[in-house]
């Protein structure tokens, strides 16, 4: 038996890293937005406006949007900066864009101060708009992020100071501190609306305590598997920081920003801290605050049940995102979208009486919006759009033949509805949800637009001749407003509390929706005739989304509970509503936007005039270094330090990595020096590189060789090309390399090969996988590369070769996210001989067989892998520093090759082996790994059993 350990290493620069968790964090922030670089249109024309405080990046299209937010940036920053008593050393950059029909918004404060926010207004039917305007809600927690980040004081100013914009001990905190944080602002200091005051997002919270699902603290550090995923680090952050303020006071709760720096560097982290502020250990404030929400909940359960809870029959136990509900013309099925941690979002039909579940099609449904018309499904379904944008577009689904349609293609459509061959339907442009009204050819259309308005979820009514369509306008709530078809005339006819999803009764006598009039959302029915509004459901919950069965006998709605939404039917009784209260709470503060230019408000009726100026980007001050590490690397001549530094611009057209360290005995440097360009199409990289490199040589002897090289590249990224996820790269370049001894060759019997390598290459990538959250690997698709290099003497290379090299892998989902994976790759190397490893030759890796055991330059390797999930652990320690997230193993066979034969007689090496993994999530989910231990054995010559561990990202 042997032990091995296979830890993945670069090659090419042999560093040791330096063992700091701020390094750790940092790599991985700026590798996800390397790695995200292409994600925006070369062709596209970008400007800048410049305020006291900010850059504002934009291109034309979106100027209007970019105007908008010349005043919104410096009052968001006149609010939030006294609060946090903090102004970021360098101006932040702001880059608005509008390539998506999915809303967004995200922060970085390394190593610039960023704020990414796409345009796409984030009200939805699901949580209906409940702010003054979006982009200054959105900006508002954005900038929150970045104020509370950017903070460092204490102990961490010194190392701030010495290493520059790469220390940042609040990007350390548990993720439900540093969103809560973000989210509390904008509930607390916002313009109207926050999720902390947002009844439909308070029902999640009060369900976990009523239904006793509360969840831990190291689960609400990170992003769980578990419901409510992501979502959990908001909804506890907010709810447990506004109890903090609330009974102790605002000013000890940002005291936490200030302070923790200080408590992380000294070790005494999150409980030093909170003992400190508020002389109460961490865990007993967490338990004050549960106990209090027990209190609250219980007593608002009391009171809710006074009235009686509604009957219902939940039709669907998966919970997650179960939304939409329509019926079938019969009255017997509910179609509705599915989106879960286990499969592919999908829409799903639902027998009303038997429960059965049948699958209708799968796709990018994300969408809370669908239509049924007859035998016909009208659905949205996201697709990219020329490669840079993901649009949604309308899709038509023959419900008897099950023959798909695309309807229309690039136009951003949302929340279709259907009569009588006329369709109503919302449409985003740059941030605006216009309500369209066309005939099936999308021909004759009527428009119902406004810069300060948005529409959802329209709905016709049983004649065809109304449409009741949820709107939000600035400074108001969303409301409930009904359209004439003919005439195009509009009123509002519902505003009670936050109302949105509107349906028409059969008989065309009512308007169902919901509101969270009462502070729990619930189903009501306006009538149209007495204009009376009714209270359908009382609930504990949420009760949204309504559709009335066409028979008239029952209502499909969405439940929510401790596991998400699930799709519910109650019986259809107006006769048993009882008539709402008139007089409600408004849940929204309103409020006047400003005018654009640069003027803001600032206290009662007062402006502060600021110059601000435009001008087209350059991007040379968000590139331009700003921080810089030590590192230690070996050469002949022992250790030595490495200088490594960065940079990237505010949109990543640009980033650069660079690496340099002297060895002043040798008189040598060693660096490695890197460029991406993203600013045209294709992708272009550049890399130089001096390094020195060890090698086993003569019988254990050290040969030491300096490689001197550079290359070029450009690439060609392509998405959505054979199916709607799919991804491929394609890829060509140069590449120039230079051989030299470093040792004496007199030692060595075996002489190194030195000298110029020059040649070209070629790749090819392509990737269809797809995995969910509870997936352990892959479940589906394919992944396929293809690369070659050729080496000419033409091209001045002292060497001639060919390098071809592929790799497939297949993977077959099974049930209960059980994964056969079949993996196969292949190597061949044509041509003359290098005696080095790495460039002519090189050694087969088979599990259960020494390391190198199969030299050549041929090889080929087939595995077949069971993989199987064993623990859904999620739980950790440390208030979620380190989490493990689950355990799963694999069973596999492996048979590979390798030597300078011909490949039909090349000998075949088999092994077998088992191997069990760890998936951990580390300094609050910034940095994964997954810990490795497995056990293999050769069954050919040169077999034996080995015992190996493995540390990967």
Not at 701 to 729: H, M, P, S, V
Not at 800 to 827: C, I, T
């Amino acid at each position: 038996m042997r032990w091995s350990m296979d830890l993945k290493k670069d090659w090419k620069l042999k560093i040791i890293n330096t063992r700091s968790l701020f390094i750790l964090v940092w790599a991985f922030i700026f590798g996800v937005s390397c790695h995200a670089a292409t994600w925006l249109d070369p062709e596209l024309k970008w400007k800048t406006i410049e305020t006291p405080h900010f850059y504002i990046h934009y291109y034309k299209q979106i100027e209007p949007a970019a105007k908008k937010m010349v005043p919104i940036v410096e009052e968001v920053y006149n609010k939030l900066s006294p609060i946090f008593q903090h102004t970021p050393d360098y101006k932040t950059q702001v880059v608005l864009v509008d390539n998506s029909d999915y809303t967004n918004g995200f922060t970085t404060v390394i190593p610039n101060p960023s704020v990414t926010i796409y345009l796409m207004d984030g009200g939805s039917n699901l949580r209906p708009a409940a702010y003054e305007t979006w982009l200054k809600y959105v900006f508002l927690h954005e900038y929150a992020h970045v104020l509370h980040l950017d903070t460092v004081e204490g102990s961490g100013t010194f190392f701030k100071n010495l290493f520059g914009r790469a220390i940042f001990p609040n990007a350390m905190m548990p993720n439900f501190a540093t969103e809560g944080f973000a989210t509390y602002m904008e509930t607390r200091h916002g313009y109207g609306g926050g999720r902390g005051n947002d009844p439909r997002y308070e029902a999640m919270m009060r369900m976990d305590v009523l239904e006793n699902k509360v969840k831990s603290i190291d689960k609400a550090a990170v992003n769980t598997i578990s419901w409510p995923g992501g979502t959990l680090r908001y909804l506890y952050g907010v709810m447990f920081l506004q109890y903090l303020s609330e009974k102790y006071g605002e000013e000890k709760l940002m005291a936490i920003s200030h302070e923790y720096g200080d408590y992380l560097l000294q070790s005494y982290g999150f409980d030093g801290m909170f003992k400190d502020i508020y002389e109460k250990d961490f865990k007993e404030l967490w338990q004050e605050w549960l106990d209090d929400l027990k209190q609250k909940y219980q007593k608002q359960k009391e009171e809710v049940s006074k009235e009686g809870l509604t009957s219902y029959k939940t039709l669907t136990q998966k919970g997650y995102y179960c939304l939409k509900p329509k019926w079938s013309a019969d009255s017997k099925q509910v179609y509705y979208i599915s989106n879960n941690q286990d499969e592919y979002s999908s829409i799903n039909s639902v027998d009303r009486d038997s429960f059965k579940i049948r699958k209708v099609i799968e796709g990018i449904v994300f969408d809370d919006s669908l239509a049924v018309s007859k035998n016909n499904l009208f659905f949205i379904k996201g697709n990219y759009y020329k490669n840079f944008n993901v649009y949604k577009d309308l899709f038509q689904i023959d419900l008897i033949s099950g023959k798909e349609k695309k309807l229309t293609k690039g136009e951003r459509i949302a929340d279709p509805a259907v009569n009588q061959g006329i369709f109503a339907y919302t449409k985003n442009y740059t941030g605006t949800r216009a309500l369209y009204l066309s005939d099936e050819d999308f021909k004759n259309t009527k428009i119902f637009s406004s810069p300060e308005a948005q529409y959802f979820s329209p709905a016709f009514s049983p004649d065809g001749t109304q449409v009741a369509v949820s709107k939000w306008k600035t400074g108001e709530r969303q409301d409930i407003y009904l359209i004439d078809v003919k005439s195009g005339v509009e009123n509002k006819i519902i505003s009670f509390g936050l109302s949105a999803n509107p349906c028409f009764s059969p008989d065309g006598e009512y308007v169902i929706f919901d509101s969270d009039a009462s502070g729990i959302c619930n189903i009501y029915a306006y009538h149209l005739n007495s204009k009376k509004i009714y209270k359908v459901t009382n609930v504990l919950g949420a009760a949204m989304m309504p559709d009335v069965s066409p028979d008239s006998k029952r209502i499909a709605f969405v439940n929510y509970s401790s596991n998400g939404h699930d799709i519910a039917i109650m019986d259809y009784k107006p006769g048993s509503w009882k008539a709402a209260p008139k007089d409600v709470p408004d849940r929204q503060a309103g409020g006047r936007q400003e005018e654009l230019t640069g003027i803001i408000s600032s206290g009662k009726n007062k402006t502060v005039a600021f110059e601000t100026t435009n001008y087209d980007y350059n991007p040379i001050q968000s590139l331009i270094p700003k921080f810089w590490f030590p590192y230690s690397y070996y050469d002949e001549n022992g250790p030595h330090t490495l200088l490594y530094t960065a940079g990237i611009d505010a949109l990543n057209q640009h980033m650069f990595e660079v690496k340099y360290g002297h060895d002043w005995t040798a008189k040598r440097p060693t660096f490695n020096i890197s460029y991406i360009n993203n600013q045209f199409f294709p992708q272009l990289s550049v890399s130089a590189y001096d390094i020195a490199l060890p090698y086993n040589w003569d019988s254990n002897k050290t040969y030491w060789e300096r490689q001197c090289g550079a290359n070029a590249a450009l690439a060609f990224l392509g998405n959505g090309i054979f199916a709607e996820n799919d991804r491929q790269i394609f890829s060509f370049g140069c590449v120039v390399e230079a051989l030299s001894n470093i040792s004496s060759l007199e030692i060595f019997t075996k002489k190194p090969s030195l000298g110029d390598l020059r040649g070209v290459f070629l790749n090819y990538k392509y990737s269809s996988l797809r995995s969910y959250a509870n997936s352990i690997s892959p479940e589906d698709g394919i992944s396929l590369s293809l690369n070659t290099s050729i080496y000419l003497k033409d091209l001045g290379s002292k060497y001639a070769f060919n390098r071809y090299s592929a790799s497939f892998g297949k993977y077959f989902g099974l049930p209960s996210h059980n994964v056969l994976a079949y993996l196969a790759s292949a190597n061949w190397i044509k041509g003359e001989q290098l005696e080095q490893e790495g460039f002519t030759w090189e050694y087969q890796r088979i599990k259960g067989y020494p390391s190198n055991s199969f030299p050549g330059n041929k090889q080929i390797s087939q595995r077949i892998e069971y993989r199987f999930p064993i623990w859904l652990i999620e739980s950790g320690f440390g208030y979620g520093a380190t989490f493990f997230e689950r355990l799963w193993g694999k069973a596999f066979i492996e048979a590979g090759t390798s030597g300078y034969a011909k490949f039909e007689n090349l000998p075949l090496s088999k092994s077998y082996g088992m191997e069990i993994d760890l998936n951990t999530l580390n300094a609050f989910g910034y940095v994964p790994y997954t810990i490795s231990i497995g056990y293999a054995r050769g069954i050919d010559a040169l077999g034996q059993g080995e015992l190996y561990y493995n540390i990967s990202m």
